[in-house]
């Protein structure tokens, strides 16, 4: 067995931090989604938090991080669909820092119109989310900005503290399913879980249009895919990020793709059966319960709604039965 990637005191200090920020958010089990899927559906309402997605935590603990060990830092870089970037603006705004965000071409207006609201210098660069992060690397480099990658240590010690909140309120869950992007979501529930030293089953879930974690495991190596091409936009990735990638491979039970359709009627589901709004990244991770309603029928399950902030007219689309084209 390997060793948990954070103690538990390291997590409890982690969420106290965390908490004098923000407050944490609560877990409910839906009496219509059991109807629906026949199983005891508990849902980690991470839209709940004030940018409406789970990546304010480790943004909070990352910036944390930053001021104590470069207190010179001007400020940052990084690169974003939306969630990663409305969270480091807002903490890095904050301390007093500057926040350069690098979003790509054709990307969420309303999440770029957030990001610009939490004090964000919004750069459009390139056609995908790969494209824009190598270009905020290359920025951060030539002017001496930190440059805030998709996984660092902090930065998930950060986001595993939701986590810790669903796993102290429900140890007893049979299997937990969490959406992947860049990983630090399912990475931090892994580092919760262990932690904690529970058994409970973790499932990752990525989009069948970009499906780079499925191909990368099969292969044994990294492997880049040419387009990821899914209105999921908080999971739309080329290509793993190997820090990542070595924790839920080991970590998770197993790893499932979900189609665009597949999310646009989990997005229905939930505003049916909750009244709640789920992005596409957001709802994959009860669309992958839904496929697997067969298999879970009567267990008690976990799903993460890591972030609520889809576009109105993605939304409409959805609601009238349709999927949003990209």
Known sequence: MTEPLFTLDELHKAADF????????????????AEAIG???????????????????GAHTFIDWLKRTQPDCPGIVTATR?????????????????????????NS???????????????VHGADFDAARQEAQRVAKAEGLAFVPPYHRELVRGVATYALELFTALPDLHTVYVPIGCGSGICGTIAARDALGLSTRIVGVVSENADCVLRSMAAG??????????????????????????????????????????????????????????????????????????????????????????????????????????
């Open 221 to 326: 190596d990294y492997v880049e895919t040419e387009t990821a091409r899914t209105f999921a936009d908080g999971i739309a990735v080329r290509v793993p990020v190997p820090e990542a990638f070595d924790i839920y491979a080991r970590g998770a039970e197993r790893i499932v793709t979900v189609s665009d359709a597949e999310v646009a009627e989990a997005i229905r589901l939930y505003y049916r059966a909750t009244h709640n709004l789920a992005e596409g990244a957001g709802a994959a991770a009860l669309a992958a319960l839904m496929a697997d309603r067969a298999i879970m029928a009567g267990k008690r399950v976990g799903v993460i709604l890591c972030g609520g902030n889809i576009d109105g007219d993605w939304f409409e689309t959805v609601l009238s039965g349709g999927v949003p084209q990209v």
């Open 39 to 57: 199983t005891e559906t508990w849902v980690k309402h991470e839209n709940h938090t004030p940018t409406g997605a789970f990546k304010i935590r």
């Open 82 to 106: 939306g969630n990663h970037g409305q969270g480091q603006a807002l903490a890095a705004r904050a301390a007093g820092m500057v926040a350069r965000v690098y979003v790509p071409e054709g």
């Open 109 to 123: 207006v309303e999440k770029n119109a957030a990001m610009r609201a939490f004090g964000a210098e919004l750069i």
């Open 18 to 33: 965390v908490h004098a920020r923000m407050p944490p958010t609560p877990q409910y089990a839906w009496p219509l989604l």
